[in-house]
C-alpha cells in the first residue's frame, strides 16, 4: 500500500485572528503526506531549496515518508506561501506567493514512486501535475487545484482533470470551474470531463462525494477551538485517498469511499486544532480511531416509522 504526492513543500507566515507564524513548514504535499502516512507509506516529489533544512526533513522522517523524490536544487529558495484568515476562517487570503524551485521545475518519479497504488496531484501548476501523471502506474489518481489556476491556466487545468479519477476542489471553486451555481450539477459536469469521483470541500461544513449516481456528506468534525485552517483540504486528502490506498484503490466499493469520507475529516479536524503541521507532529493512531467513532456517533440515527398526517 502506497501512495504518492506531488504539490508544494514550502515556508508559510499565516495569521489567523488568534496568531500568527513567520515562517513554518507548510506546502499542500507536506500536510497530505503527514495524513497519509497513517495509513500507507507515502513518497513525496518536489522541489526545495538551500533553504529546507535538516529538522523539516525530519519532521517528514518522523512519519515515515519516503523524502528520496525531494530535490534540492543548489543555490534555490523553497517556494514561500503568505496568507491571513479574518474571522471567516473558510476563506483563505493569499498575500503572497513565491513560486521560487518551483518555477523551473521538471519531475522526475524514482521507480518506487512511479508504482504507487494511489497518486495525488496535489494544488499546483496544472502541467507539471500532468507531467507528473503520465510517469506514475497509480491504479487511482486524484487532483486538488485552486482558483489560481482556474483563473492562469483554465485549459492546462481542463486538460490534467480529464486524466484522473477523482477531483478534490472547493465547492466555491467547483462553482468558479464550472459556472454551474448548483454543486450536484457543477460536479455532474465535472464527470463528463473524465473524473468518476468528486469530492466537493466545504471548509467548516464538511465535504460532500459524487460517484456515479451515488452521494454521500459528512460535516466537518464540530471543534471548539480551531487555530489555523491552513491545509485542512491537504489532510483531508491524505486521510481520504490514504484509506483508499489501504483498501482496494483500484475500484473502491461505495463502503469504503464513505470510510474513507470519514478518516479524510477525522485527520482534517486534527490539522486545524494548531498552527501548520504542529498538530500532526504529535497525533497518534489511537486519536484518529475515537475521533472517527464520535463522527460516527454524531452522524448516524434510526429511523422509526411514524404516522405522518395527509
Ligand atoms: P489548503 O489550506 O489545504 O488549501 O493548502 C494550504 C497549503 O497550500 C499551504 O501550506 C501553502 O503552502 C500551499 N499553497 C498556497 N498557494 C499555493 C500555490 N499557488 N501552489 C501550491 N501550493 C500553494
Redesign the pocket.
Known amino acids: 500500500m502506497s501512495v504518492t504526492v506531488v504539490?508544494?513543500i514550502?515556508f508559510?507566515a499565516v495569521r489567523t485572528p488568534f496568531d500568527e507564524r513567520q515562517r513554518m513548514l507548510?506546502?499542500?504535499a507536506?500536510?497530505f503526506a503527514l495524513a497519509a502516512s497513517f495509513f500507507a507509506d507515502v513518497h513525496v516529489v518536489g522541489p526545495v531549496g538551500d533553504d529546507f533544512s535538516q529538522s523539516e526533513y525530519e519532521v517528514l522522517h518522523a512519519r515515515g515518508v519516503d523524502t528520496a523524490d525531494i530535490e534540492r536544487v543548489p543555490g534555490g529558495r523553497t517556494?514561500f506561501?503568505r496568507?491571513h484568515y479574518d474571522y471567516d476562517l473558510n476563506v483563505?487570503h493569499?498575500d503572497e506567493?513565491q513560486?521560487n524551485v518551483?518555477a523551473d521545475f521538471a519531475p522526475k518519479l524514482s521507480p518506487a514512486s512511479r508504482d504507487c497504488d494511489v497518486l495525488f496531484l496535489?494544488?499546483?501548476?496544472p502541467d507539471l501535475q500532468r507531467s507528473v501523471r503520465r510517469q506514475s502506474n497509480a491504479r487511482f489518481v486524484a487532483m486538488?487545484s485552486?482558483n489560481?489556476?482556474i483563473d492562469t491556466a483554465r485549459d492546462a487545468l481542463r486538460a490534467a482533470i480529464a486524466e484522473v479519477d477523482c477531483l478534490l476542489l472547493n465547492d466555491a471553486e467547483l462553482r468558479m470551474l464550472t459556472g454551474e451555481p448548483s454543486l450536484p450539477r457543477a460536479a455532474r459536469e465535472v464527470m463528463r470531463w473524465g473524473p468518476s469521483h468528486v469530492v466537493a470541500k466545504q471548509g467548516e461544513y464538511g465535504a460532500a462525494l459524487f460517484a456515479g449516481d451515488g452521494f454521500f456528506a459528512l460535516p466537518a468534525f464540530p471543534l471548539e477551538t480551531v487555530l489555523d485552517?491552513?491545509?485542512?483540504?491537504?489532510?483531508?486528502a491524505g486521510g481520504f485517498l490514504g484509506y483508499l490506498a489501504a483498501h482496494n484503490a483500484g475500484s473502491p466499493s461505495e463502503d469504503v469511499l464513505r470510510r474513507a469520507m470519514a478518516y479524510g475529516t477525522a485527520l482534517a479536524s486534527f490539522n486545524v486544532e494548531e498552527f501548520?503541521t504542529e498538530r500532526m507532529q504529535r497525533l497518534s493512531p489511537d486519536e484518529i480511531t475515537d475521533r472517527v467513532a464520535e463522527l460516527r456517533r454524531m452522524t448516524t440515527f434510526v429511523d422509526v416509522p411514524v404516522a405522518l398526517r395527509g
Not at 122 to 125: K, L, P, S
Not at 230 to 236: C, K, L, R, V, Y
Open positions: 504539490g508544494s514550502a508559510d507548510g506546502g499542500s507536506v500536510h517556494f506561501w496568507g483563505a493569499t506567493t513560486l518551483f496535489a494544488n499546483i501548476q486538488d485552486m489560481l489556476w485552517p491552513t491545509g485542512a483540504g491537504d489532510s483531508f501548520g
